[in-house]
């Protein structure tokens, strides 16, 4: 049985306990794949209307943004008032995507009002939108509860087999990116997991992996690179050099810059070096 259809057999079992829709989505937040295929009549309609899909989507890119950020279990409501709720999936240690649950509704007679009065600004056939309405799931708050814990299991079920997989290269790229894109920061192992989205681990291996030498020795060619740029093409003195590529004093910057290139960055400015 390949990943894809693995995928699908936890999600149909998913539906058929909660009787909502299931979804994955890639770390772009893209919807990828879905059980069941069609979304529920009433985002049907809201997804018919600009306004109501706009809503919508910025709704569901916060909290896909706040699993990302926290790396834990989002759950919400709606502009609509529906409950939703979003869980996070890796593979090797990389997010990968989310796995996303909804929409119900509590059995509140408060709730659907409210959720039918707002709809009614947008949806203005009162009678398509009831109907569409009267086909969301209702369940009560513990149910909701009990299901997201639900697939929670599941979605690390997937993180543990590494079903929805991503490539360690890409990783190692967006590391080497940064790197050269923020040389002149401070730059610890912390703040690239967290731009990143992996573990310590994940991205140490696959950057060995993929550039045959270790972050911090990359991160240091690529400074001491820089710094003879500005030598060889400025007169800026030591201390700004030093500055501008990422070093923290001039002392500090003088010893690796002899270390690497055999000679003190005065040395090289006249012409010493290589």
């Given at each position: 049985m390949n990943e894809y259809h693995e995928l699908l057999d936890v999600m149909r079992e998913l539906h058929n306990i909660s009787g909502f829709r299931i979804t994955i989505h890639d770390i772009d937040f893209k919807e990828i794949y879905a059980y069941p295929q069609e979304p529920l009549p009433f985002c049907r309609l809201m997804?018919?209307?600009?306004?109501?899909?706009?809503?919508?989507?910025?709704c569901d890119i916060a909290s896909f943004e706040k699993v990302r950020r926290t790396g834990q279990a989002c759950v919400y409501r709606c502009h609509m008032g529906l409950h939703e709720a979003v869980v996070p999936?890796?593979?090797?240690?990389i997010l990968s995507g989310y796995m996303m649950m909804g929409q119900t509704i509590d059995p509140s007679p408060l709730s659907r009002e409210r959720c039918r009065s707002a709809a009614l600004e947008?949806?203005?056939?009162?009678?398509?939108?009831?109907?569409?309405l009267?086909?969301?799931p209702v369940r009560s708050d513990d149910q909701i509860r009990s299901a997201i814990k639900i697939m929670s299991i599941c979605a690390s079920y997937i993180t543990l087999t590494n079903q929805?997989?991503?490539d360690t290269r890409d990783l190692a790229t967006q590391a080497r990116q940064y790197l050269d894109e923020h040389y002149a920061s401070k730059i610890?192992?912390?703040?690239?997991?967290?731009?990143?989205?992996?573990?310590?681990?994940?991205?140490?291996?696959?950057f060995r992996a993929a550039n045959g030498c270790s972050i911090g020795e990359y991160l240091v060619k690529v400074r001491v690179s820089k710094a003879k740029e500005l030598l060889?093409?400025?007169?800026?003195?030591?201390?700004?050099?030093?500055?501008?590529?990422?070093?923290?004093?001039?002392?500090?910057?003088?010893?690796v810059f002899k270390r690497h290139c055999g000679v003190t960055p005065g040395e090289y400015r006249e012409g010493k070096g290589e």
């Open positions: 997804r018919e209307n600009p306004e109501a899909h706009r809503r919508c989507k910025a999936i890796y593979s090797f240690g947008l949806i203005k056939d009162e009678k398509v939108l009831n109907e569409a009267n086909l969301v929805l997989r991503t610890t192992l912390e703040r690239l997991c967290e731009t990143l989205y992996c573990s310590r681990a994940t991205i140490t291996s696959a060889r093409e400025t007169s800026l003195p030591f201390d700004e050099v030093a500055n501008r590529c990422g070093f923290s004093d001039r002392g500090y910057f003088a010893k």
